[in-house]
Each structure stands twice: as C-alpha cells, then as structure tokens.
C-alpha cells in the first residue's frame, strides 16, 4: 500500500512498535482486563516510549492526512487496545478534533491540551433511549439558560468512554432552542464528570461485550449547572459540530475494523491448517477455501473504499465527502460482521469463548452497524444523493424493444 513521504517511515515504525512492543503484551493485558476494571500498569510504559518515538496523535493533520493515517490506524485496529497506546483512541480523537474546530482559546487550554497529552479521557454524550436518536435532531435531552448557567436536563446512554475512571468531561448535545428548525435546535456543553447531578447510571455492554477500552455507559442529567462559557461553538450549532466529529470517527471505526479483519483471516489459516475432521485437514475443503477467498477479497475491496474515502475528506472535506463516509460506514461494518462469522464457523466452540478475538470482533462490527448512525439512515441518505431517472425506461437509448 503505497504511502506518501513520511508517512512510509511512520508506518514502518509503528508496524515495528506493535511487533515488538504490543503484541508481546497482549496475553498478559486479557489477563488484567478480565480480572481489573482500568488500564493494566504496562501500558503507561508503553505510551511514554511511543511517545519518545514521535508516535504519539499521529492523527491530526498536520501529521498525516486520513490517507496516510489509514494503513497505520489499520495496524492499531489488529488488537482491541493498541490504538491506545498510541493516543489515538475512540472517542477522544473525534472529540479531540471537535474541540479543534470549534472550542475557544481557553476551552481548548482546560480540555483539549491534557486530551492530547494522554492526561485524561473523554466521551461525547449524544444518543438517548427514550427517542429514536439515530436521527440525531429527535436528541430530547433539554439545555436551558439560568443566569449565567446552562442547566441540563435527560438521559443519555451507549455513551462510550463514559465509564472510565479517567472520563473528566462528557459533551453533551441537547436542545437550547425548541422552536428553531430541526437541525438548528441543538447545542453542545461540556459537562465535568465531577458536575453535581451528572450520575453515572450503569456500564453497558453490547451482545454480552464489555468495552475495556473505552467502557460503555448510561449517564443521567438532573439539574446539572455548568457555565455559560461551555458551550461548544455558536448556540444552535450542535447539530453540525456533531458532524465535524462523527465524519473522522466513523472512518476511523472502519480503518480499525479492517485491521481486525486481517488478524481473523490469518487466525483462520492457522485453525484450517491444524484441525482435521472426517480425516481430511479443514484447509482442504472447498468450504474453508472459499471462505478464505471471500474474505480477502471483501477485504481488499473495503480498503479500497476507505482510502478513497480519506482522500476524499482530505481534498474536499466533510460536506463533500459525506456520502462517501456513508458508504464506508455501511460497506465496513457489513464486511467485518461476515469475515468474524465466518471466522466463528471454523473456529466452532473457541470462536465464541473468551480464548479468542472472534465473538468482540463480531459483537464490534455488529454494533457499528448501529452506531454514528445505523445503516438504515445512511443508506436512505445515500439513496437520495442519487440523480433521478433522465427518461422513462420505454423512452430511454439503452432499451431496445423488438430489436
């Protein structure tokens, strides 16, 4: 995969880091996560010598564009943790880039400064239960003026990285003017942990998944007073800073997947080359031939689509590339939750057992199917940006009746 400048450099650098430095590790961090609720104490040894390598929030673009930045974040996404260590995490990265684009100065010195330097968590507190929050302008959750407070009222829940211990700050998108048009009726706050009233309900999991990342949860606002200067770019725009993070997320979550998709494709070579059934090995059935082969090429044609994705996002930006993003976010997803069953058939029991990575791969992928938009509303986007039809199909050039 060809890679601009650099960006070859970094990419060997970061693949030689994993190799040698995280993936030695991996066995003993399942071991501390299944045991521990937080980080293992390794991992801060790891960040500080990524770190002193000049592999730290490669990220941000006046590091590498999302073209270059692809292979790498692909590299992160073969285990579940490695990004971390590498700060370049969800969901603080896309908040990280929300908070570039449009906190103020001295948001961004209170907030934003310690994200980057690995000192703190965040999460970004969007979707609801009580409404249909996949069309984020139905978000009920209320923010009113009172002095010189926002006042925050509802619920929100699937808030990931709400349940980390090193959670500081939740944004918080809500309604600050009912009667504006539906895209114009939401602003965004951001909400200390430590704020009276912000009660951290439970943690989720999702399928029987719990996200040792970033943990999942259910967060309740009542009464909960922050000050006016928390607010998150202009009021009323809530609804597009949104969109300024969920673009690079959502690209992000699928440059991981196809990562996890090349450890499942390698682990089902290794399994059809060792077991044997009816006395023949299972690499030799047709079976397991073809659903290797349809793995790779799903594979190779998802990151096709990713990388023009992120040129895409790099040369246009997000209100061009938004339809490209939509097709991403359903063709990846889609991809990873076929490869993980496939993986989980030839694995048989130890697919679905905590022994390997294949019931969080397919749990993960399921899950961003509905996440940052479920592929209902992101292929009824993608259906509208198609031109209609130039004629009637009796009176259309292509159509030869009789002939």
């Known amino acids: ?108 010195q209170r907030w934003l400064e310690p994200l980057l330097d690995g000192r703190i968590r965040s999460a970004f507190g969007m979707t609801e239960p009580d409404v249909a929050s996949a069309d984020a302008t139905n978000i009920a959750t209320s923010l009113r003026r009172d002095g010189g407070d926002w006042v925050v009222d509802g619920r929100k829940w699937y808030i990931t990285g709400g349940a980390h211990p090193d959670c500081a700050f939740v944004i918080v998108m809500g309604v600050s003017r009912p009667e504006a048009s539906r895209t114009g009726r939401h602003s965004c706050v951001i909400v200390p942990m ?106 190779e044609q998802a990151r096709l689509l990713v990388l023009r994705t992120a040129e895409r996002l790099d040369t246009d930006g997000h209100h061009a590339a938004w339809r490209d993003v939509s097709m991403v976010k359903v063709a990846v997803p889609e991809m990873a939750q076929r490869i993980a069953d496939r993986a989980l058939q030839l694995f048989g029991a130890m697919g679905g057992s905590d022994d390997a990575p294949i019931h969080r791969a397919f749990a993960v992928a399921r899950m961003l199917r509905i996440a940052d938009g479920p592929d209902e509303v992101h292929l009824r986007q993608i259906f509208r940006a198609e031109p209609p039809a130039r004629w009637r199909v009796a009176d259309s050039p292509y159509i030869t009746p009789g002939a």
Not at 48 to 73: H, T
């Open 1 to 108: 995969m060809k890679t601009s400048g650099g960006a070859s450099e970094l990419r060997a650098a970061v693949e030689t880091f994993f190799d040698e430095e995280i993936l030695p590790r991996h066995r003993e961090w399942v071991a501390h996560v299944a045991r521990h609720p937080g980080a293992p104490p390794f991992l801060a040894g790891l960040r500080a010598r990524a770190r002193e390598r000049g592999l730290w929030n490669l990220w941000q673009p006046d590091r590498l564009s999302n073209r270059d930045y692809a292979p790498i974040a692909e590299i992160m996404g073969r285990l579940p943790w490695a990004s971390e260590v590498f700060n370049g995490q969800a969901p603080d990265v896309p908040n990280m880039i929300m908070l570039q684009h449009a906190a103020t100065p001295a948001q961004k």
């Open 194 to 299: 430590d704020t009276p009233g912000l009660k951290v309900v439970r943690e989720l999991r999702f399928l029987g998944w719990e996200d040792s990342i970033a943990p999942i949860a259910e967060l309740e606002f009542r009464d909960v007073r922050v000050p006016l200067e928390n607010l998150l770019g202009e009021e009323g725009e809530g609804f597009a800073a949104a969109q300024v993070r969920l673009g690079p997320a959502r690209l992000h979550h699928c440059m991981r997947a196809i990562g996890t998709c090349e450890v499942l494709v390698e682990l089902m070579m290794a399994r059809a080359a060792e077991r044997t059934t009816f006395g023949r090995t299972l690499v030799d059935y047709d079976a397991t031939q073809h659903a290797v082969a349809r793995s790779r090429i799903e594979i």
